[in-house]
């Protein structure tokens, strides 16, 4: 700490001060009454000093010299001096802290002292509202939303009482979906045959047109094989979505393995002419069909294939039975909605599109709340709950299933985040094999749409028998949106508009549209077959 000596205008440490004054000879009473004196008077300006100082800066370390350079009587206080001088040293420095500590309010909170220092902005101004946590108004939304559907809830049952059916989890009609199951027990030929392609082009028994020739027909077949079992059985809409979901699934997983095993080859024939750039590369890239590899491929939370993938140290046995209890409990609220809720608003609606414009609005906006709850329930089962189980039983690292899509500030990024297996699959098999065989990057991502947009109509038409293209165009329609979000996002920088919009046109409008759709649809296909 620097002390001020106004009498010789110059700056001297505190240290230098209490070695000068520890070898001062004392003098009379008058001489040392004369450097009292001159004591007091600089340390009343060093006071002075420091408190203007401090009511400018208005700094921690300016009041903590106040608070060390003042006594109550005006004498200077210095700890190291009163050390030095006194064999009680350590005393009267715990005394110098109890004054410090009493002095600190005294010079800090005083009238003078200037309250506002610099420019600010309101907590919830636009410059200002996203540099901080708003972990409080989230907690508030919480409670609200809580307290809101509780009345809700009650007064639904009050009204129409308990609609859940005794047989909603089990019932004897689902034995009929046996061909079904039958047909899902199977589905695992398929990559055992995979297998065996890639086994015979390691060997070389077989040439690279054959081993493409043969993959195409066992992909082809995962999807059909489903299809045609969905459409020739009459079977429950809910176990041939399933089905189809997982024969989706299969289908994208052995196009990464035929797809990888292609590549993996094409390297190492580079690496064996010599034509590879580093060692690296070879140790990567080494081509080797191992069926234990796939078979945990087939079974990880994952859609692209490698040879080995990042593992955890060990599974959390109280994890899982924790994160499992939560999906039983969020399943079931997904289910209890669907059936205290979104049946009966679909079942009392007419068709949107025959009826009243009015009247079709409103279906629509009653529906899109309790939608909306069901359709983040399933992402939160789905995408946290079951995939992170399925992640910690296999020991499987890499668990980024998702981003923060919630805060897309446009339809690109949240295609982008939403889903990230299946983003990963697009980007590494559709999107950048289209740029590296010259095709623009607007087709490119146009393509990757349009095999979003088949694949949510096969999930979703196959298992209704209904063949309209509603799902098809729901997801073409995502494409126009992302050029007007990506606009807006340029024109306005740092804008949640595009976010907004994918909120309301997607959540809000979008997804009840569809499902009424597709219901009265389902529902006037069963009345013609009757």
């Given at each position: 700490m620097a002390i001020l000596d106004e009498s010789v205008g110059t700056t001297t440490s505190s240290a230098d001060l209490s070695l000068s004054m520890r070898r001062r000879p004392r003098a009379g009473a008058d001489k040392a009454s004369a450097e009292d004196s001159d004591a007091t008077s600089s340390s009343k300006m060093?006071?002075?000093?420091?408190?203007?100082?401090?009511?400018?800066?208005?700094?921690?370390?300016?009041?903590?010299?106040?608070?060390?350079?003042?006594?109550?009587?005006?004498?200077?206080?210095?700890?190291?001096?009163?050390?030095?001088?006194?064999?009680?040293?350590?005393?009267?420095?715990?005394?110098?802290?109890?004054?410090?500590?009493?002095?600190?309010?005294?010079?800090?909170?005083?009238?003078?002292?200037?309250?506002?220092?610099?420019?600010?902005?309101?907590?919830?101004?636009?410059?200002?509202?996203?540099?901080?946590?708003?972990?409080?108004?989230?907690?508030?939304?919480?409670?609200?939303?809580?307290?809101?559907?509780?009345?809700?809830?009650?007064?639904?049952?009050?009204?129409?009482?308990?609609?859940?059916?005794?047989?909603?989890?089990?019932?004897?009609?689902?034995?009929?979906?046996?061909?079904?199951?039958?047909?899902?027990?199977?589905?695992?030929?398929?990559?055992?045959?995979?297998?065996?392609?890639?086994?015979?082009?390691?060997?070389?028994?077989?040439?690279?047109?054959?081993?493409?020739?043969?993959?195409?027909?066992?992909?082809?077949?995962?999807i059909l094989y489903p299809v045609l079992m969905i459409l020739r059985f009459d079977s429950a809409v809910l176990s041939g979505v399933t089905l189809m979901l997982f024969a989706c699934i299969v289908w994208l997983k052995l196009v990464s393995y035929a797809h990888t095993s292609y590549d993996m080859r094409v390297l190492a024939k580079s690496v064996d002419k010599g034509e590879a750039s580093s060692v690296s590369s070879t140790r990567n890239y080494c081509y080797d069909v191992s069926f234990k590899s796939l078979v945990y491929f087939m079974v990880a939370p994952t859609l692209c294939y490698q040879t080995s993938y990042p593992r955890s140290a060990c599974i959390r046995k109280g994890w899982v039975v924790r994160q499992v209890i939560k999906l039983v409990i969020f399943t079931g609220l997904m289910g209890f909605i669907v059936e205290q809720y979104i049946n009966p608003i679909v079942k009392n609606s007419q068709h949107p599109l025959k009826g009243n414009l009015l009247y079709a609005i409103e279906r629509v906006l009653k529906l899109s709340v309790p939608n909306l709850y069901v359709w983040l329930c399933m992402f939160y089962c789905f995408f946290h709950l079951w995939l992170n189980i399925l992640a910690e039983l296999l020991r499987f690292g890499d668990r980024e299933f998702y981003k923060d899509w919630w805060n897309a500030k446009t339809v690109e990024e949240y295609w982008r985040m939403w889903n990230m297996p299946v983003h990963k699959w697009m980007v590494r098999h559709i999107y950048f094999p289209c740029l590296r065989n010259g095709i623009p990057k607007g087709v490119a991502v146009l393509i990757a749409f349009i095999v979003s947009a088949i694949f949510h109509e096969l999930c979703i038409a196959v298992p209704c028998h209904i063949f309209k293209f509603w799902a098809f165009f729901g997801i073409m329609v995502q494409v126009p949106l992302v050029m007007i979000t990506s606009y807006l996002q340029d024109k306005f920088r740092n804008s949640m508009v595009g976010n907004m919009i994918f909120w309301c046109f997607f959540s809000i409008l979008g997804q009840p549209m569809c499902l009424l759709l597709y219901y009265h649809d389902l529902m006037n296909r069963k009345v013609k077959t009757a």
């Amino acid at each position: 700490m620097a002390i001020l000596d106004e009498s010789v205008g110059t700056t001297t440490s505190s240290a230098d001060l209490s070695l000068s004054m520890r070898r001062r000879p004392r003098a009379g009473a008058d001489k040392a009454s004369a450097e009292d004196s001159d004591a007091t008077s600089s340390s009343k300006m060093t006071v002075f000093s420091l408190e203007a100082e401090s009511l400018v800066n208005g700094s921690q370390h300016d009041r903590g010299q106040i608070g060390a350079a003042a006594d109550g009587g005006g004498r200077v206080e210095n700890k190291e001096l009163s050390g030095n001088a006194d064999n009680d040293g350590g005393e009267k420095v715990g005394n110098g802290e109890q004054r410090e500590d009493a002095n600190l309010g005294k010079f800090t909170y005083r009238p003078s002292a200037p309250a506002h220092r610099r420019i600010k902005e309101s907590p919830l101004s636009s410059d200002a509202i996203f540099k901080q946590s708003h972990a409080g108004l989230f907690n508030l939304c919480i409670v609200v939303l809580v307290a809101v559907n509780s009345r809700l809830i009650i007064e639904n049952l009050m009204k129409y009482g308990w609609l859940i059916q005794a047989g909603f989890w089990f019932s004897s009609t689902s034995l009929r979906d046996w061909p079904l199951l039958m047909c899902c027990l199977s589905l695992p030929i398929f990559p055992v045959a995979a297998f065996i392609v890639e086994k015979l082009a390691q060997q070389k028994y077989i040439s690279e047109p054959v081993v493409v020739t043969l993959h195409i027909l066992i992909t082809s077949a995962t999807i059909l094989y489903p299809v045609l079992m969905i459409l020739r059985f009459d079977s429950a809409v809910l176990s041939g979505v399933t089905l189809m979901l997982f024969a989706c699934i299969v289908w994208l997983k052995l196009v990464s393995y035929a797809h990888t095993s292609y590549d993996m080859r094409v390297l190492a024939k580079s690496v064996d002419k010599g034509e590879a750039s580093s060692v690296s590369s070879t140790r990567n890239y080494c081509y080797d069909v191992s069926f234990k590899s796939l078979v945990y491929f087939m079974v990880a939370p994952t859609l692209c294939y490698q040879t080995s993938y990042p593992r955890s140290a060990c599974i959390r046995k109280g994890w899982v039975v924790r994160q499992v209890i939560k999906l039983v409990i969020f399943t079931g609220l997904m289910g209890f909605i669907v059936e205290q809720y979104i049946n009966p608003i679909v079942k009392n609606s007419q068709h949107p599109l025959k009826g009243n414009l009015l009247y079709a609005i409103e279906r629509v906006l009653k529906l899109s709340v309790p939608n909306l709850y069901v359709w983040l329930c399933m992402f939160y089962c789905f995408f946290h709950l079951w995939l992170n189980i399925l992640a910690e039983l296999l020991r499987f690292g890499d668990r980024e299933f998702y981003k923060d899509w919630w805060n897309a500030k446009t339809v690109e990024e949240y295609w982008r985040m939403w889903n990230m297996p299946v983003h990963k699959w697009m980007v590494r098999h559709i999107y950048f094999p289209c740029l590296r065989n010259g095709i623009p990057k607007g087709v490119a991502v146009l393509i990757a749409f349009i095999v979003s947009a088949i694949f949510h109509e096969l999930c979703i038409a196959v298992p209704c028998h209904i063949f309209k293209f509603w799902a098809f165009f729901g997801i073409m329609v995502q494409v126009p949106l992302v050029m007007i979000t990506s606009y807006l996002q340029d024109k306005f920088r740092n804008s949640m508009v595009g976010n907004m919009i994918f909120w309301c046109f997607f959540s809000i409008l979008g997804q009840p549209m569809c499902l009424l759709l597709y219901y009265h649809d389902l529902m006037n296909r069963k009345v013609k077959t009757a």
